[in-house]
Structure formats: structure tokens, C-alpha cells
């Protein structure tokens, strides 16, 4: 079982930056995959970053790439979402999520434990 619980959202303007954290409770952090996704208000649930269970590698949708950068430090039990030149468009509640097993995910259905998520709000 692993709790879940983000912190960092907020409001921003369009061009700014936040750090979104997410700390994890329970012993095998470290062998879960871990991602973050988001939703915006009438639209469904989207992928937006996902870390394998080492930090090694790291998978970013299209529209965040290059923008947002996951990492993780194991030994704090803690992921984060480092987010830069935000647009109006990363406007949502970002959750984090975490994934038995250490490979990558990028559906949503993959993963089995979530937070309870984030606001995020850009403005113009």
C-alpha cells in the first residue's frame, strides 16, 4: 500500500515556474514506478510525466516536453515535477501516481495508487 499526498500547486503566471512534490508513504517507494497526470476542467484525465522506479529513465507527453522535467529522490521517498514556461493550457489539478513494478507508465489504467492532487492555474 503506498499513500500519496502532493503539495506545491498554486497560482502562476503564463511564462512562470512551480515545483510540484509528492511524498509517499510505505517502505517500497522505490519499487514503484511513479508519474504525474493531470485534468482539466471538462476534460478527461491526461498523461504528463512518468519516472522509472531508479530516477534512470523518464517519459514526458508531447506538450510538456521540454518544459517539465520528473525526478525522485528515494531516500526522502518523495517525486517531483519541476514545471517551467507554463502556459495557460497546464491550467489543472495534477495528480501523482504510483505504478507496482519499475517500468515506465503512461496509461492511466496503469497505475494503482493516487494522490489526492494538486491545482495548478496559470494566468494571462
Known amino acids: 500500500q503506498v499513500q500519496l499526498v502532493e503539495s506545491g500547486g498554486g497560482l502562476v503566471q503564463a511564462g512562470g515556474s512551480l515545483r510540484l512534490s509528492c511524498a509517499a508513504s510505505?517502505?517500497?517507494?522505490?519499487?514503484?514506478?511513479m508519474g504525474w497526470l493531470r485534468q482539466a476542467p471538462g476534460k478527461e484525465r491526461e498523461f504528463v510525466a512518468a519516472?522509472?522506479?531508479?530516477?534512470?529513465?523518464?517519459y514526458y507527453a508531447d506538450s510538456v516536453k521540454g518544459r517539465f522535467t520528473i525526478s525522485r529522490d528515494n531516500a526522502k521517498n518523495t517525486v517531483y515535477l519541476q514545471m517551467y514556461s507554463l502556459k495557460l493550457e497546464d491550467t489543472a489539478v495534477y495528480y501523482c501516481?504510483?505504478?507496482?513494478?519499475?517500468?515506465?507508465?503512461?496509461?492511466?489504467?496503469?497505475?494503482?495508487?493516487w494522490g489526492q492532487g494538486t491545482q495548478v492555474t496559470v494566468s494571462s
Open positions: 501516481a504510483a505504478a507496482a513494478g519499475g517500468g515506465v507508465r503512461t496509461a492511466i489504467y496503469e497505475y494503482d495508487y
Open positions: 510505505g517502505r517500497t517507494f522505490s519499487s514503484y514506478a
Open positions: 519516472i522509472t522506479w531508479s530516477g534512470g529513465n523518464t
